[in-house]
């Protein structure tokens, strides 16, 4: 079964570079989630797209977008690159709201120098 | 402010044994709780929660909600190595699209 394809898996960037992660849901999956998660820390909220629009924002740098676009994958951009940017992002995505249930993509290791 | 909190952060048992996670939360407009495994790799779901009382089941894996004490529980009997994990609480609440996700358990089984 197709699951959530993120790419690129591993991306090294050096401070104040930018870098652009991607995301491509599953089928028919119209909601999209990005989250960010730390060495150790739990997943923290970044933004979520309902049909191509934002539907919530957590807590995104504002040196960070996101869109969604027409056949549903999102980028999420991230500029001015800092080291506390180092993370693993996930992508997930869920079939309709409500349902509660996220299927998550493998993520992808930013790692900023 | 919106919060899910689990207990405790780490935990270490032996193979065999039984074990309970909690989850606690507070968040304005509760639509559900869930419940994911995670490993190396992304977290995978559990389960969903919505109505207290009902124990949701699925192997040696069980959970239950009270939505009035504003807590779940996660059971593992019979506990195996495999099942050494991060085990994610989250929280969806019900007026966009925003999943909280508390700390998280570090479960490690020793063999």
């Known amino acids: 079964a197709a699951g959530v394809i993120q790419s690129p898996r591993h991306l090294i960037k050096e401070k104040r570079e930018t870098a652009t992660l991607k995301c491509y849901p599953i089928p028919r999956h119209d909601t999209v989630y990005w989250y960010q998660q730390g060495p150790g820390q739990d997943p923290q909220f970044l933004i979520s797209f309902y049909e191509k629009m934002q539907s919530d924002k957590g807590s995104i740098p504002d040196r960070f977008s996101a869109q969604q676009f027409s056949d549903y994958h999102s980028e999420l951009n991230m500029s001015s690159l800092e080291l506390g940017d180092s993370a693993l992002y996930f992508c997930?995505?869920?079939?309709?709201?409500?349902?509660?249930?996220?299927?998550f993509g493998e993520g992808s290791r930013l790692t900023v120098l | 402010e919106d919060k899910v909190v689990q207990s405790p952060l780490s935990l270490v048992v032996h193979e065999g044994d039984t074990v309970t996670l909690n989850c606690s939360y507070e968040?304005?407009?509760?639509?559900?709780l869930l419940w994911y495994k995670q490993e190396k790799k992304a977290p995978t779901f559990l389960f969903m929660l919505t109505s207290s009382g009902i124990e949701k089941k699925s192997g040696r894996l069980s959970s239950i909600l009270d939505k009035k004490e504003l807590f779940s529980i996660l059971n593992i009997t019979a506990t195996q190595t495999g099942d050494s994990a991060v085990y994610l609480c989250?929280?969806?609440?019900?007026?966009?699209?925003?999943?909280?996700f508390g700390k998280g358990t570090r479960l490690h089984i020793l063999p």
């Open positions: 968040v304005t407009n509760f639509r559900s």
């Open positions: 989250a929280v969806d609440m019900n007026r966009d699209d925003k999943i909280i």
């Open positions: 997930a995505s869920s079939l309709a709201r409500g349902t509660g249930e996220l299927f």
